[in-house]
Every structure is written in structure tokens, then in C-alpha cells.
């Protein structure tokens, strides 16, 4: 296992296999923990090869939904039915097969701006918790995924903006987006995103290979800079792996 905060790196031959790696990887975050479950998912394209395998018949019935809370990292300030929704995308795939809806933890966007949007579920995040600040001895979640934009940006926590470097807040408002599409964002901070035992970073294909090489090479991209209290791993694809590089430092 990886020391505290230090990424791992694991290679896998293809989109396919990672997917299927980072299955494995969740089912074991979630037989780690007899009680209640809390795992942060992500938006973006990363993720969508995984999500079909956790709502297909081999793997749905190995997750036991009554535990299983399910969150999500960022949101796009747009309304559930539109199609930009990070958690309307996750649904339609696989959660509102067999997740109890009250399960299911979207970022609220009907409130009147993002900055809104983010105290109402740092509330919400907090009421789950039990807490208003987090105990790193207690993580909030048992696993984050994670992706990186073609900027270096994961979550909605983009590279220079002052959210980066947000300390206190779990959630924040970001006003404005680096990368298309460009509407406003509600997104976690680092320390929220930090805190859980696993944090798992997917990059796969060969338009990733500039970004994971600047990632690699140790570029402070806001992809590099999160990391879980607990184990952190990168889970790419042979496509998007430069030569010659050996691994995160």
C-alpha cells in the first residue's frame, strides 16, 4: 500500500481493463466496511466505462445497496434533466436501478447561484458526517474518484483560481470554468476530497498523454495536488502513458 498521500501508480492495458480494474478496486473499498458506505463519485468521460459495469447484472448484484451512500465531487450548474449533469449522467447509467433514492446525494442547482448550491451541501455533507469539521482520523468518504482535465484540473478546481486553495470550506462555488463546457460550478475543496480511504484518479486515452506527462513530471496541476489521507492511487491506460516515465513522485 501507499504511504499517506503518495500516489500509486497502476497501468492497465486498455480503457476496458481499467475499468474493470477500478471496479475491483471499489468492490474491495466497499467490503472493507461492514456499516454505512459513503463514496464520492466523479463526472466528466472518465468514469462512464466503470459506471456501466456496476449497474450491469454481474457486478449490480455484488453491491449492497442498502449501505452504499453515493456523492459526487462537482457539478455543472445546470438542472438535473440537463444533460451537462455530472450525477443525472451517473444515474441514468447505474444508480437509479438499484440505489434507494434517498442514497443518492446529488449537488442541489436549484438554488439561486453556485455559491448557494455549495453551502446547501457542505449541509448536507456535514449532516452525514455528523460533524462540521473533518477528523482526519475519521474520513469522511471510503473512496473519491477522481479525473484530470486537459488543463490539470479535477473536480471543478481548476488550475490559478482561488478555490485551489481553499482551506476551511468543503464545498465551493466556482464562478466560472476553465475548460468547456463553460457554465458555472459547485465543486468539493481539497480537504473534503482528501478525506476518505481511498482516492482513485482515472486517465485513459491518448488525448490524456500531454496532461499526465506534465502530472508525472510533477507539475502542481490541481490533479497532482489532491490526494487522499489515506492511499491515492492513478489508474491509467497504456494509451495514455508516456515513455520513458516511470511513475508519480
Same mark, same amino acid.
Given at each position: 500500500?501507499?504511504?499517506?498521500?503518495?500516489?500509486? #501508480?497502476?497501468?492497465?492495458?486498455? /480503457?476496458?481493463?481499467?475499468?474493470?480494474?477500478?471496479?475491483?478496486?471499489?468492490?474491495?473499498?466497499?467490503?472493507?466496511?461492514?456499516?454505512?458506505?459513503?463514496?464520492? #463519485?466523479?463526472?466528466?468521460?472518465?468514469?462512464?466505462? #466503470?459506471?456501466?459495469?456496476?449497474?450491469?447484472?454481474?457486478?449490480?448484484?455484488?453491491?449492497?445497496?442498502?449501505?452504499?451512500?453515493?456523492?459526487?465531487?462537482?457539478?455543472?450548474?445546470?438542472?438535473?434533466?440537463?444533460?451537462?449533469?455530472?450525477?443525472?449522467?451517473?444515474?441514468?447509467?447505474?444508480?437509479?436501478?438499484?440505489?434507494?433514492?434517498?442514497?443518492?446525494?446529488?449537488?442541489?442547482?436549484?438554488?439561486?447561484?453556485?455559491?448557494?448550491?455549495?453551502?446547501?451541501?457542505?449541509?448536507?455533507?456535514?449532516?452525514?458526517?455528523?460533524?462540521?469539521?473533518?477528523?482526519? *482520523?475519521?474520513?469522511?468518504?471510503?473512496?473519491?474518484?477522481?479525473?484530470?482535465?486537459?488543463?490539470?484540473?479535477? *473536480?471543478?478546481?481548476?488550475?490559478?483560481?482561488?478555490?485551489?486553495?481553499?482551506?476551511?470550506?468543503?464545498?465551493?462555488?466556482?464562478?466560472?470554468?476553465?475548460?468547456?463546457?463553460?457554465?458555472?460550478?459547485?465543486?468539493? %475543496?481539497?480537504?473534503?476530497? /482528501?478525506?476518505?480511504?481511498?482516492?482513485?484518479?482515472?486517465? /485513459?486515452?491518448?488525448?490524456?498523454?500531454?496532461?499526465?506527462?506534465?502530472?508525472?513530471?510533477?507539475?502542481?496541476?490541481?490533479? #497532482?495536488?489532491?490526494?487522499?489521507?489515506?492511499? %491515492?492511487?492513478?489508474?491509467?491506460?497504456?494509451?495514455?502513458?508516456?515513455?520513458?516515465?516511470?511513475?508519480?513522485?
Amino acid at each position: 500500500m501507499a504511504t499517506a498521500g503518495q500516489p500509486k #501508480l497502476i497501468v492497465s492495458a486498455d /480503457a476496458e481493463a481499467l475499468a474493470q480494474a477500478a471496479a475491483e478496486r471499489v468492490m474491495a473499498r466497499i467490503a472493507a466496511n461492514p456499516g454505512r458506505i459513503a463514496i464520492c #463519485l466523479t463526472g466528466g468521460s472518465s468514469p462512464k466505462k #466503470l459506471y456501466q459495469l456496476l449497474g450491469s447484472d454481474s457486478w449490480r448484484d455484488r453491491i449492497p445497496w442498502d449501505r452504499v451512500h453515493w456523492f459526487i465531487g462537482d457539478e455543472r450548474f445546470v438542472t438535473e434533466s440537463d444533460p451537462l449533469n455530472n450525477m443525472a449522467v451517473a444515474r441514468a447509467i447505474f444508480l437509479d436501478r438499484s440505489a434507494p433514492p434517498g442514497h443518492i446525494h446529488p449537488i442541489p442547482t436549484t438554488a439561486e447561484n453556485p455559491d448557494q448550491s455549495a453551502q446547501a451541501y457542505a449541509r448536507e455533507l456535514q449532516a452525514f458526517y455528523g460533524a462540521e469539521s473533518l477528523d482526519p *482520523a475519521r474520513p469522511l468518504f471510503d473512496m473519491v474518484l477522481m479525473g484530470a482535465g486537459p488543463d490539470g484540473h479535477t *473536480a471543478s478546481l481548476f488550475p490559478g483560481y482561488p478555490a485551489i486553495e481553499e482551506t476551511e470550506r468543503w464545498v465551493v462555488g466556482v464562478p466560472q470554468a476553465n475548460v468547456a463546457p463553460f457554465v458555472p460550478r459547485v465543486s468539493l %475543496t481539497l480537504p473534503a476530497l /482528501a478525506s476518505c480511504h481511498e482516492m482513485l484518479l482515472e486517465i /485513459a486515452g491518448h488525448d490524456k498523454q500531454p496532461i499526465l506527462t506534465r502530472l508525472l513530471n510533477g507539475e502542481r496541476l490541481p490533479a #497532482l495536488r489532491a490526494r487522499s489521507n489515506g492511499e %491515492t492511487v492513478w489508474l491509467v491506460d497504456q494509451a495514455a502513458l508516456p515513455e520513458g516515465i516511470r511513475g508519480p513522485r
